[in-house]
């Protein structure tokens, strides 16, 4: 049953909801059931552009809990819950991929109050708490005056270039209202800054040879050696913040052969999309100086000597006006909840939403986590702040009723 919503909620207010308690109270009551299927899904390898083994799992959990899920085109698991009124849909989302996937089988770990495995925080935790947010409103029966679209979804990480957020407000962009992406376990940012950043691959390719019988033939490896060295002295400017990162090097088959082939990873970023195309620009012009060096260097002709240089994606720069009602929203549940966050810049799903003009922000699924290394480490997030994620609906504009005591939280 819907009711007239007042104009503003307070959140102790919204707690007193009937079926906002009930929501509340059944995720206190499962937090087991909760960290349960984090490990289950963390379990299911799903790196960038594999993630679809994991996606079918979400969707079998999101249809055991009562919703009708789909796989849409790109990949992505969406169910959506009607709205009772108008307004639109308040997309909330998490997304499947993980970053660094081991080539065996991944084992979740406990070690007293923390789960060890790549991947539990991200992404694990955020979909434990997008499922358990999503769980919890089928069981309460939460009718919203917006629409809520739940979206485990594909592609955050690496390359994947956002392509499952991109394709979300793609097909959904007119409806959508404003965008919660729940990323890592950290209740303690916002993330309301988008920062841009480009992927690039430089390929040197030459004829190769042997180290002795082939003296003097350029090196694939060497002329990327001169760009690098070449990149690191170019002036990155701390305000805006920016960076210009090397990450991935590959190139060479023997220790007595001259590559034929080598290639470097570059990530930049940046807040401006000005700065990034300047060091885009720097980037590309030592790759071209240093293969010129290394064809100067050699003491045999090469023609075939070169490069390619390809953008393997570009994020772009968005942020959250000042004032905006869903950072409110949220500031006031974490108040209640007793969480202080700061606001902050970083490159997630919500570059999309936020450089659309799509009020978006990025939140903690719960619990801490470690950094981006193979033994990554979470905490057992405990069930405030699943609760928390599920007060951020309050943008929904959900339904006021008679209000009844407050629950607790655990």
């Not at 594909?154 to 270039?161: A, P, R």
């Not at 305000?239 to 990162?245: I, K």
């Not at 195309?277 to 002709?301: F, N, T, Y």
Request: charged letters at 20%.
């Amino acid at each position: 049953m819907a009711f007239a919503a007042p104009q503003a909620f307070r959140p102790a207010d919204l707690a007193r909801i009937p079926a906002v308690s009930a929501a509340l109270e059944w995720i206190a009551s499962h937090a087991d059931w909760i960290t349960g299927r984090q490990i289950d899904l963390t379990e299911i390898p799903a790196p960038p552009f594999g993630e679809a083994r994991r996606a079918r799992a979400l969707r079998q959990l999101f249809a055991s809990a009562g919703w009708k899920p789909r796989i849409d085109r790109e990949g992505n698991v969406v169910a959506e819950s009607p709205a009772s009124g108008d307004g639109g849909l308040v997309l909330v989302s998490a997304h499947l991929d993980t970053a660094l996937v081991p080539s065996g089988p991944i084992r979740v770990r406990r070690k007293r109050s923390r789960l060890l495995a790549p991947g539990i925080t991200d992404n694990g935790a955020g979909l434990a708490a997008l499922l358990a947010l999503a769980t919890a409103f089928r069981a309460a029966t939460l009718k919203t005056r917006r629409g809520v679209l739940f979206a485990g979804n594909v592609g955050e990480e690496g390359e994947g270039n956002l392509r499952g957020m991109r394709a979300l407000v793609a097909d959904y962009g007119r409806r959508l209202a404003s965008a919660i992406v729940i990323d890592g376990a950290a209740i303690g940012r916002i993330v309301t800054t988008a920062v841009a950043s480009r992927r690039i691959e430089a390929v040197v390719t030459g004829p190769g040879g042997h180290s002795w019988a082939d003296a003097g033939a350029p090196n694939a490896i060497h002329a990327l050696g001169r760009a690098m060295a070449r990149m690191v002295t170019v002036p990155v400017p701390a305000d805006p913040p920016s960076a210009l990162n090397i990450n991935v090097i590959e190139g060479g088959t023997a220790v007595n052969a001259i590559p034929s082939r080598a290639s470097i990873k570059i990530d930049l970023r940046s807040e401006s999309e000005d700065v990034l195309d300047h060091l885009e620009a720097e980037v590309r012009r030592a790759i071209e100086l240093g293969v010129l060096a290394e064809r100067e260097w050699a003491r045999r002709s090469a023609p075939a000597f070169g490069f390619e240089y390809r953008l393997l994606g570009a994020r772009p720069a968005g942020s959250l006006p000042a004032g905006s009602p869903l950072l409110d929203a949220i500031r006031e549940v974490d108040s209640y909840l007793g969480i202080r966050a700061e606001c902050l810049a970083a490159s997630t799903d919500a570059n999309i939403p936020l450089a659309a003009g799509i009020p978006a922000v990025t939140v903690g699924g719960g619990g801490a986590g470690g950094g981006l290394t193979p033994s990554r480490s979470g905490t057992i997030p405990p069930a405030a702040r699943w609760a928390s994620s599920a007060f951020s609906s309050r943008f929904c504009s959900l339904p006021a009723s008679r209000l009844d005591s407050a629950p607790r939280f655990g």
